[in-house]
């Protein structure tokens, strides 16, 4: 078993960075892929960045791409997303999440049901 736990989560103000990790334990996550998704109040849950487990691989939501970053140290089973130029739309529940099918060391998709292992979450809020 997999437990991911998020922090870094907070308060951030518009134009402002906030950067979230997620801590891996129980099982090496070096080739999982790992996703940061996000969920806003009355809204589904979706998908924001996502890294291959070689880390050579990264996707985007159009919505994120140029502010946010996700990045990986496999040697800390540790993945970050680092927020920059925030916009209140921003404000959700940031959930990390594991993928740990065969192929997740060089793909990584950005659909919630590949993923195997999830985390409770961290709250970010963005004020304008």
């Known amino acids: 078993q997999v437990q991911l736990i998020e922090t870094g989560g907070g308060v951030g103000h518009a134009g402002g960075s906030l950067r979230l990790s997620c801590a891996a334990s129980g099982r090496t996550v070096s080739s999982y892929a790992m996703g940061w998704f996000r969920q806003a109040p009355g809204k589904e849950r979706e998908f924001v960045a996502g890294?291959?487990?070689?880390?050579?691989?990264?996707i985007y939501a159009d919505s994120v791409k140029g502010r946010l970053t996700i990045s990986r140290d496999n040697d800390k089973n540790t993945v970050y997303l680092q927020m920059n130029s925030l916009k209140p739309e921003d404000t959700a529940v940031y959930y990390c999440a594991a993928d740990s099918s065969p192929f997740s060391r060089i793909v990584v998709t950005t659909r919630l049901s590949d993923y195997d292992y999830w985390g409770q979450g961290t709250q970010v809020t963005v004020s304008s």
């Open positions: 890294i291959s487990g070689s880390g050579g691989r990264t």
